[in-house]
């Protein structure tokens, strides 16, 4: 039974091995016909509902919409009233400066995670579900928990402040202090979902690397610096670009902090022209203004900017990033 | 450790190892203090929210915060819409993108790099890009306020095509061989064997797309204005502006909307953080 079973095996595998040989497989074409299949689902998905849509975007910042729908060509018009508008320039503004504060937040990680890291640490995987926490649970309701904390009369952090003697602000309306307090819900928030990344950079360091160092007697600092850091950057990179990326696409935390009553998109709040990211300013002229025309071009003025940041780190990466 | 380094080392390992301890402490105060105060404030009446100094526990307990919430919102309508939500965008998008991730990485077909180049092209465009025209379909289609809108264009992903991509081309390629010799076609292979063994990638893709799906926000505020059709973060954003500063009411709120993950991490967790990982090595 088993060498006919055998039998059977190797003679449609020498027929196999025959067809391959004369340059086709059997079902060739079969097998196209059931790629196509397999892919069929996602492209037309993707097509309709994601790569005709770029093109319809772009083709948008061309046109200005009338009130009934319609679109007329207007040519580069949304685009010089973009580059006249100082709330967009603002809302450039208020972007690179959320992303900036963000990149403070990747050493802070690294740092958790190296000690994290430490060899015999006892409750890692406790600490490493706390730190999480933040990165699992919904933005929204993360920055509402914040704006309640930010109270300027009854919030936590005002009263923690108070004891100490500080009066603290209205952190979520004034101008002066609301892009920070949001920038600081930001970093609290992606802490430990960068941290989780280098632990496992940190991981895949080699033992042999710390023995060594330590052999020749150099301390934790100067093995951090001459031997985690180097060898982490490959996680360092990935992380920082994940943060630009993000930081520039920031909306949910931002909506929810400048939300008034009866004006959802916080034109009450003083601090709005602040604290207004550019995916901010593109929802409210796409969905409350409905100035689509407009609102296309915001979308691509960030297009501009995450491309350009992105290739910028690619470059850059050349001379920091070191793979082993 | 050898017997004559300890004696000398320990003191210092000590020392060393209370300052990390003290360090990770107060980093872990500094992330559950503010989920404590969550909690503690859900269950304040609202004038125990404006007393000062605070109060760390509530003197007296208002369960009634949580039903406020099912009053002013249909509230669990739209739990139920936010769970089917994510459930169906997770299922969807697993089953397509293991499809096209497997004939991307192990069939040839004409047009692959093409296709494949374009799938990466929708990968680098911000999200907001593709929300007029979407808004604008579903509009036309009749599906705004419908929870087939919000579900069928998050079925689609190209970054879940590329994860799994990536993780079929890392399988060796014996065992497929040899079901292809035995007379298995394209689809046995992959639906058999092949997907068996990307497990790891299709935790990963239906972890971050749960977790993404639960926790969206602009697309469901533009597409769907009927609460009885909104997910839990549009609702929380209505509930905001509705119980402006009855913060009692509004963490109640939060709390009941962010549970589910929470719960859902804790028991997971380490597939929580191995698909994090997993991802992160993976781009």
């Known amino acids: ?324 | 450790m050898p017997e004559h380094a300890s004696r000398s080392a320990r003191p210092r390992h000590r020392a060393r190892s209370v300052a990390t301890h003290t360090v990770l402490v107060a980093a872990s105060v500094l992330v559950l203090g503010p989920f404590f105060w969550e909690v503690v404030t859900a269950l304040k009446p609202f004038s125990e929210t404006t007393r000062l100094p605070p109060t760390l526990l509530p003197h007296h307990w208002q369960w009634s915060n949580f039903s406020k919430v099912f009053d002013s919102l249909p509230f669990g309508r739209m739990f139920l819409n936010t769970a089917l939500v994510t459930v169906a965008r997770t299922v969807g998008q697993l089953l397509f993108s293991s499809m096209a991730g497997y004939a991307f990485a192990r069939m040839r077909f004409r047009g692959s790099g093409l296709l494949f180049g374009l799938f990466l092209s929708v990968l680098m465009v911000p999200g907001l890009v593709f929300l007029i025209p979407q808004y604008v379909l579903l509009q036309d289609l009749g599906w705004l306020n419908s929870l087939k809108g919000l579900i069928i264009p998050g079925v689609f992903t190209a970054f879940g095509t590329f994860l799994m991509r990536q993780s079929f081309m890392a399988l060796p390629h014996e065992v497929e061989e040899a079901a292809r010799l035995d007379g298995a076609n394209p689809w046995q292979i992959f639906w058999r064997i092949a997907l068996p063994l990307a497990k790891p990638a299709l935790l990963a893709l239906t972890i971050l797309t749960a977790m993404w799906s639960w926790n969206d926000l602009m697309f469901p505020l533009v597409i769907n204005t009927d609460p009885e059709k909104m997910t839990l973060s549009a609702g929380l954003a209505n509930l905001q502006g509705e119980h402006f500063t009855d913060y009692s009411v509004l963490m109640a709120g939060s709390l009941m909307a962010t549970a589910p993950m929470i719960v859902a991490f804790i028991l997971l967790q380490r597939h929580f953080i191995q698909g994090i990982a997993f991802t992160g090595s993976k781009s």
């Open chain 1, 1 to 324: 039974m088993t060498s006919t079973a055998a039998q059977q095996f190797t003679g449609r595998a020498a027929r196999a091995a025959r067809a391959t040989r004369r340059g086709r497989r059997p079902g060739r074409r079969r097998e196209r016909a059931w790629a196509y299949l397999m892919v069929a689902p996602m492209t037309i998905g993707l097509g309709v509902f994601y790569l005709w849509p770029i093109a319809q975007t772009f083709y948008y910042s061309f046109t200005s919409s009338g009130p009934f729908g319609g679109h007329t060509w207007t040519g580069t018009d949304n685009y010089k009233a973009l580059a006249d508008d100082p709330t967009v320039g603002q809302a450039v503004v208020n972007t690179l400066v959320y992303t900036g504060i963000q990149l403070v937040g990747v050493p802070l990680a690294i740092l958790l995670a190296a000690l994290l890291n430490q060899q015999n640490l006892r409750g890692r995987s406790v600490y490493r579900v706390i730190f999480f926490l933040p990165a699992v649970t919904m933005p929204v309701a993360m920055a509402m928990l914040w704006r309640w904390m930010y109270d300027g009369n009854y919030g936590l952090v005002n009263y923690l402040l108070s004891t100490v003697g500080i009066q603290g602000p209205h952190w979520a309306s004034d101008p002066a202090y609301a892009p920070y307090a949001l920038a600081a819900i930001g970093i609290w928030m992606s802490l430990g979902y960068n941290m989780v990344i280098f632990l496992a950079g940190l991981q895949g360091i080699p033992a042999e690397y710390y023995e060594a160092a330590r052999m020749d007697g150099a301390g934790p600092v100067r093995t951090f610096l001459r031997i985690t850091v180097p060898l982490l950057t490959p996680s360092i990179f990935f992380v920082t670009v994940l943060t630009l990326i993000n930081s520039l696409q920031m909306f949910d935390l931002a909506y929810m902090m400048m939300s008034t009553p009866n004006a959802p998109a916080g034109n009450g709040n003083p601090a709005l022209p602040k604290v207004r990211s550019i995916p901010y300013l593109f929802f409210q002229k796409s969905f409350v203004e409905h100035d689509i025309g407009f609102g296309a071009a915001v979308a691509f003025v960030l297009v501009g900017f995450i491309v350009l940041m992105t290739f910028i780190q690619f470059r850059l990466q050349k001379k920091w990033v070191h793979y082993a």
